[in-house]
């Protein structure tokens, strides 16, 4: 499944709309980046479907891969 703009543009605008600390980690490197994508993937998955519009699953694959690339500080 791939997203349409529109999906793209709303996850963003959902992300763009939390004010919570947890999501704005900096990091030193690409690889401790992977790391806390790793280590907390569930939590982050769970955590962000309470700001997510109707329709828009963070458990999908495409949506979680598009929620990545979003957060991400360093290029994949």
Not at 7 to 23: G, R, W
Not at 49 to 66: E, S
Request: with cysteine.
């Amino acid at each position: 499944m791939s997203l349409t703009t529109d999906q793209k543009e709303a996850i963003q605008e959902s992300l763009l709309a939390i004010d919570d600390p947890y999501y704005l980690n900096t990091f030193t490197n690409a690889a401790d980046e992977d790391e806390w994508f790793r280590l907390n993937e569930a939590y982050i998955q769970d955590d962000l479907q309470r700001y997510m519009p109707v329709g828009i699953n963070t458990h999908t694959p495409a949506v979680w891969r598009c929620i990545r690339e979003l957060l991400r500080q360093f290029s994949a």
